[in-house]
Protein backbone atom coordinates (compact mmCIF):
# COMPACT_ATOMS: atom_id res chain seq x y z
CA UNK A 1 0.00 0.00 0.00
CA UNK A 2 1.53 2.97 -1.18
CA UNK A 3 1.64 6.52 0.44
CA UNK A 4 -0.24 9.37 -0.56
CA UNK A 5 1.67 12.50 -1.80
CA UNK A 6 1.36 15.01 1.12
CA UNK A 7 0.51 18.37 -0.96
CA UNK A 8 0.88 21.97 0.21
CA UNK A 9 -2.38 22.73 -1.50
CA UNK A 10 -5.54 22.42 -4.06
CA UNK A 11 -3.58 24.27 -6.52
CA UNK A 12 -1.26 21.59 -7.25
CA UNK A 13 -4.26 19.57 -8.26
CA UNK A 14 -6.53 21.82 -9.63
CA UNK A 15 -6.00 21.25 -13.61
CA UNK A 16 -5.95 17.30 -13.24
CA UNK A 17 -9.88 17.47 -12.07
CA UNK A 18 -12.79 18.70 -13.49
CA UNK A 19 -15.20 17.34 -10.82
CA UNK A 20 -14.54 17.46 -6.99
CA UNK A 21 -16.96 15.49 -4.61
CA UNK A 22 -15.83 17.01 -1.19
CA UNK A 23 -17.10 15.84 1.86
CA UNK A 24 -18.66 18.92 4.24
CA UNK A 25 -18.23 18.13 7.63
CA UNK A 26 -15.19 17.72 8.98
CA UNK A 27 -13.55 19.67 5.83
CA UNK A 28 -15.41 22.66 5.04
CA UNK A 29 -16.99 23.57 8.39
CA UNK A 30 -17.34 21.95 12.22
CA UNK A 31 -20.83 22.17 12.83
CA UNK A 32 -20.29 25.04 14.46
CA UNK A 33 -18.51 27.51 11.88
CA UNK A 34 -17.13 27.35 8.83
CA UNK A 35 -13.52 27.07 7.76
CA UNK A 36 -12.55 30.36 5.74
CA UNK A 37 -9.52 28.77 3.84
CA UNK A 38 -11.40 25.36 2.80
CA UNK A 39 -14.07 27.70 1.44
CA UNK A 40 -11.72 30.12 -0.42
CA UNK A 41 -9.94 26.57 -1.97
CA UNK A 42 -13.48 25.37 -3.32
CA UNK A 43 -14.21 28.92 -4.78
CA UNK A 44 -11.26 29.80 -6.64
CA UNK A 45 -10.86 25.90 -8.11
CA UNK A 46 -14.58 27.12 -8.99
CA UNK A 47 -12.99 30.42 -10.32
CA UNK A 48 -10.99 28.23 -12.51
CA UNK A 49 -13.56 26.05 -13.99
CA UNK A 50 -14.24 23.42 -12.05
CA UNK A 51 -17.30 21.82 -10.32
CA UNK A 52 -17.47 20.96 -6.37
CA UNK A 53 -20.78 18.73 -5.72
CA UNK A 54 -20.98 18.49 -2.16
CA UNK A 55 -21.28 15.18 -1.26
CA UNK A 56 -22.72 14.70 2.29
CA UNK A 57 -23.66 12.28 4.58
CA UNK A 58 -26.05 14.04 6.34
CA UNK A 59 -29.62 12.58 6.62
CA UNK A 60 -31.66 15.16 5.63
CA UNK A 61 -32.50 16.78 1.48
CA UNK A 62 -29.94 19.00 0.31
CA UNK A 63 -32.28 22.01 0.50
CA UNK A 64 -31.80 21.86 4.65
CA UNK A 65 -28.19 21.38 4.27
CA UNK A 66 -28.04 24.82 1.97
CA UNK A 67 -29.67 26.18 4.72
CA UNK A 68 -27.32 25.43 7.36
CA UNK A 69 -24.36 25.90 5.63
CA UNK A 70 -25.68 29.76 5.01
CA UNK A 71 -25.94 29.73 8.42
CA UNK A 72 -22.26 28.35 9.25
CA UNK A 73 -21.17 31.30 6.86
CA UNK A 74 -20.58 28.33 3.91
CA UNK A 75 -20.32 30.92 0.98
CA UNK A 76 -22.57 29.41 -2.56
CA UNK A 77 -19.14 30.39 -4.54
CA UNK A 78 -17.70 27.47 -2.64
CA UNK A 79 -20.03 24.87 -4.09
CA UNK A 80 -22.17 23.95 -7.47
CA UNK A 81 -24.57 21.14 -6.00
CA UNK A 82 -25.27 19.53 -3.26
CA UNK A 83 -25.77 15.61 -2.68
CA UNK A 84 -27.10 14.22 0.32
CA UNK A 85 -27.00 10.88 1.82
CA UNK A 86 -30.52 11.74 2.66
CA UNK A 87 -31.37 12.50 -0.74
CA UNK A 88 -30.16 9.08 -2.20
CA UNK A 89 -31.51 6.94 1.27
CA UNK A 90 -35.66 8.78 0.12
CA UNK A 91 -35.48 6.03 -2.59
CA UNK A 92 -34.91 3.55 0.01
CA UNK A 93 -37.60 4.79 2.22
CA UNK A 94 -40.17 4.78 -0.65
CA UNK A 95 -40.08 1.60 -1.49
CA UNK A 96 -41.20 0.43 1.81
CA UNK A 97 -43.93 3.15 2.24
CA UNK A 98 -46.42 3.24 4.15
CA UNK A 99 -44.51 0.90 6.39
CA UNK A 100 -45.00 1.75 9.30
CA UNK A 101 -42.23 2.61 10.46
CA UNK A 102 -40.17 3.25 13.62
CA UNK A 103 -38.49 6.49 13.66
CA UNK A 104 -35.34 6.59 14.85
CA UNK A 105 -33.47 10.44 15.38
CA UNK A 106 -34.38 13.98 16.47
CA UNK A 107 -36.99 16.02 14.90
CA UNK A 108 -34.55 18.35 13.03
CA UNK A 109 -34.24 14.96 10.96
CA UNK A 110 -37.84 14.96 9.49
CA UNK A 111 -37.59 16.61 6.26
CA UNK A 112 -36.22 13.60 5.05
CA UNK A 113 -39.31 11.99 4.93
CA UNK A 114 -41.67 14.73 3.48
CA UNK A 115 -43.65 13.32 0.54
CA UNK A 116 -43.01 9.58 0.72
CA UNK A 117 -46.81 9.24 3.01
CA UNK A 118 -45.10 7.22 5.44
CA UNK A 119 -46.70 5.91 8.68
CA UNK A 120 -44.84 5.95 12.42
CA UNK A 121 -45.67 4.22 15.09
CA UNK A 122 -43.64 2.40 17.73
CA UNK A 123 -41.10 0.25 17.84
CA UNK A 124 -43.28 -2.87 18.67
CA UNK A 125 -45.73 -2.07 15.97
CA UNK A 126 -43.49 -1.30 13.10
CA UNK A 127 -42.17 -3.30 9.80
CA UNK A 128 -38.45 -1.14 9.46
CA UNK A 129 -36.68 1.02 11.59
CA UNK A 130 -35.64 4.54 10.34
CA UNK A 131 -32.41 5.64 11.50
CA UNK A 132 -31.25 9.17 11.15
CA UNK A 133 -29.32 9.08 14.45
CA UNK A 134 -29.72 8.80 18.45
CA UNK A 135 -32.67 10.88 19.90
CA UNK A 136 -29.98 12.77 21.74
CA UNK A 137 -26.75 13.11 20.06
CA UNK A 138 -25.53 14.80 22.28
CA UNK A 139 -26.15 12.28 25.64
CA UNK A 140 -26.39 9.07 24.30
CA UNK A 141 -24.21 6.47 23.21
CA UNK A 142 -24.80 3.41 20.56
CA UNK A 143 -25.34 1.70 24.08
CA UNK A 144 -28.29 2.92 24.82
CA UNK A 145 -29.96 1.01 22.14
CA UNK A 146 -29.33 -2.48 22.35
CA UNK A 147 -31.99 -3.83 24.15
CA UNK A 148 -34.35 -2.20 21.73
CA UNK A 149 -32.36 -3.49 18.71
CA UNK A 150 -31.94 -7.42 20.14
CA UNK A 151 -36.02 -6.72 20.31
CA UNK A 152 -36.05 -5.52 17.16
CA UNK A 153 -34.11 -7.86 15.06
CA UNK A 154 -35.98 -10.86 17.27
CA UNK A 155 -38.69 -9.37 14.97
CA UNK A 156 -36.40 -9.53 11.90
CA UNK A 157 -37.18 -5.90 11.57
CA UNK A 158 -34.81 -4.23 9.22
CA UNK A 159 -32.92 -0.74 9.81
CA UNK A 160 -32.52 1.92 7.09
CA UNK A 161 -29.78 4.04 8.07
CA UNK A 162 -29.59 7.69 6.16
CA UNK A 163 -26.39 8.21 7.81
CA UNK A 164 -23.44 5.99 7.91
CA UNK A 165 -21.17 8.59 9.34
CA UNK A 166 -19.97 6.56 12.77
CA UNK A 167 -18.89 10.29 14.85
CA UNK A 168 -18.76 13.84 13.33
CA UNK A 169 -17.04 16.98 15.07
CA UNK A 170 -19.24 19.29 16.65
CA UNK A 171 -17.07 21.62 17.69
CA UNK A 172 -14.36 20.08 19.71
CA UNK A 173 -16.18 17.17 20.07
CA UNK A 174 -17.27 14.17 18.51
CA UNK A 175 -20.75 12.90 18.65
CA UNK A 176 -22.10 9.94 17.62
CA UNK A 177 -24.36 9.32 13.90
CA UNK A 178 -26.39 7.03 12.29
CA UNK A 179 -23.89 4.48 11.39
CA UNK A 180 -22.40 3.81 15.01
CA UNK A 181 -26.55 2.64 15.90
CA UNK A 182 -26.06 0.81 12.26
CA UNK A 183 -22.75 -1.00 13.12
CA UNK A 184 -24.39 -1.90 16.34
CA UNK A 185 -27.59 -3.28 14.82
CA UNK A 186 -25.07 -5.60 12.17
CA UNK A 187 -23.54 -6.47 15.29
CA UNK A 188 -25.62 -8.32 16.81
CA UNK A 189 -27.01 -9.85 13.63
CA UNK A 190 -29.81 -7.18 11.92
CA UNK A 191 -30.12 -6.09 8.67
CA UNK A 192 -29.12 -2.82 7.56
CA UNK A 193 -29.70 -1.28 4.28
CA UNK A 194 -27.69 2.33 3.49
CA UNK A 195 -27.04 4.65 0.24
CA UNK A 196 -24.91 7.58 1.57
CA UNK A 197 -20.84 6.98 1.74
CA UNK A 198 -19.44 4.62 1.17
CA UNK A 199 -21.95 2.81 -0.68
CA UNK A 200 -22.74 3.26 -4.12
CA UNK A 201 -26.12 4.82 -4.53
CA UNK A 202 -24.78 8.58 -3.07
CA UNK A 203 -21.94 8.23 -5.63
CA UNK A 204 -23.66 8.04 -8.85
CA UNK A 205 -26.41 10.26 -7.34
CA UNK A 206 -23.90 13.01 -7.19
CA UNK A 207 -21.95 11.58 -10.41
CA UNK A 208 -25.26 12.00 -12.50
CA UNK A 209 -25.99 15.54 -11.15
CA UNK A 210 -22.59 16.71 -12.32
CA UNK A 211 -22.85 15.45 -16.23
CA UNK A 212 -26.54 17.15 -16.06
CA UNK A 213 -24.83 20.48 -14.93
CA UNK A 214 -21.71 19.98 -17.23
CA UNK A 215 -24.26 18.63 -19.98
CA UNK A 216 -22.09 16.21 -21.07
CA UNK A 217 -20.58 12.77 -19.69
CA UNK A 218 -17.13 12.96 -17.10
CA UNK A 219 -14.62 11.01 -16.96
CA UNK A 220 -13.89 9.13 -13.56
CA UNK A 221 -9.91 10.05 -14.24
CA UNK A 222 -10.81 13.90 -14.03
CA UNK A 223 -12.92 13.53 -10.61
CA UNK A 224 -10.89 13.53 -7.72
CA UNK A 225 -12.58 13.05 -4.03
CA UNK A 226 -12.10 15.05 -1.02
CA UNK A 227 -12.73 14.06 2.36
CA UNK A 228 -11.42 13.31 5.93
CA UNK A 229 -13.31 9.91 6.92
CA UNK A 230 -11.77 6.67 6.33
CA UNK A 231 -14.77 4.21 6.64
CA UNK A 232 -16.63 6.61 4.56
CA UNK A 233 -15.14 8.88 2.24
CA UNK A 234 -12.17 6.97 1.32
CA UNK A 235 -13.86 3.25 0.84
CA UNK A 236 -16.26 4.98 -1.22
CA UNK A 237 -14.27 6.23 -3.47
CA UNK A 238 -11.73 3.24 -3.03
CA UNK A 239 -14.60 1.15 -3.77
CA UNK A 240 -15.84 3.53 -7.19
CA UNK A 241 -12.19 3.79 -8.31
CA UNK A 242 -11.71 7.68 -8.13
CA UNK A 243 -8.88 9.57 -6.44
CA UNK A 244 -8.81 11.02 -2.98
CA UNK A 245 -7.58 13.61 -1.41
CA UNK A 246 -7.56 12.89 2.31
CA UNK A 247 -7.85 15.48 4.64
CA UNK A 248 -5.96 14.99 7.97
CA UNK A 249 -7.38 17.43 10.11
CA UNK A 250 -10.82 15.90 10.64
CA UNK A 251 -11.59 12.70 12.03
CA UNK A 252 -7.96 11.60 13.05
CA UNK A 253 -6.50 15.25 13.70
CA UNK A 254 -5.06 14.37 16.83
CA UNK A 255 -3.31 10.83 16.05
CA UNK A 256 -2.04 12.39 12.34
CA UNK A 257 -1.12 15.96 13.74
CA UNK A 258 -0.06 15.22 16.78
CA UNK A 259 3.13 16.76 16.62
CA UNK A 260 1.77 19.56 14.48
CA UNK A 261 2.56 18.26 11.28
CA UNK A 262 1.33 15.48 9.05
CA UNK A 263 2.96 12.00 10.40
CA UNK A 264 3.05 10.13 7.33
CA UNK A 265 3.64 6.57 9.48
CA UNK A 266 0.08 7.50 11.19
CA UNK A 267 -0.99 7.86 8.22
CA UNK A 268 -0.25 4.85 7.10
CA UNK A 269 -1.21 3.21 9.88
CA UNK A 270 -4.48 4.45 9.63
CA UNK A 271 -4.70 3.67 5.94
CA UNK A 272 -3.77 0.12 7.22
CA UNK A 273 -6.28 -0.27 10.02
CA UNK A 274 -9.15 0.99 7.46
CA UNK A 275 -8.37 -1.16 4.46
CA UNK A 276 -8.25 2.07 2.58
CA UNK A 277 -5.89 4.48 0.20
CA UNK A 278 -5.60 7.78 -1.08
CA UNK A 279 -3.37 9.23 -3.71
CA UNK A 280 -2.67 12.48 -1.65
CA UNK A 281 -3.25 14.38 1.62
CA UNK A 282 -2.81 17.51 3.19
CA UNK A 283 -3.57 18.53 6.47
CA UNK A 284 -6.28 21.09 5.80
CA UNK A 285 -8.25 21.87 2.64
CA UNK A 286 -6.36 25.36 1.67
CA UNK A 287 -5.48 26.68 -2.26
Same mark, same amino acid.
Given at each position: MSSPAIIPGLAALADNYDVLLCDVWGVIHNGREAFPLACEALARYRAQGGEVVLISNSPRPNAQVIAQMDGLGVPREAWSLIVTSGDATRKLLAERAPGPAWKLGPERDDPLYEGLGLA???????????????? $?????????????????????LPMICANPDIVVQRGE????????????????DGQVFMAGKPHAAIYELALLKAEERRGRPIARARVLCVG????? $???????????????????????????GAIDPAMIDHVFETEGVTAAYAMADLVW
Amino acid at each position: MSSPAIIPGLAALADNYDVLLCDVWGVIHNGREAFPLACEALARYRAQGGEVVLISNSPRPNAQVIAQMDGLGVPREAWSLIVTSGDATRKLLAERAPGPAWKLGPERDDPLYEGLGLAFVPLEAARFIACTGPF $DDERETPEAYRERFRAAIARGLPMICANPDIVVQRGEKLIYCGGALAQLYEALDGQVFMAGKPHAAIYELALLKAEERRGRPIARARVLCVGDGPRT $DLRGANAQGLDVLFIANGIHGPEILAHGAIDPAMIDHVFETEGVTAAYAMADLVW
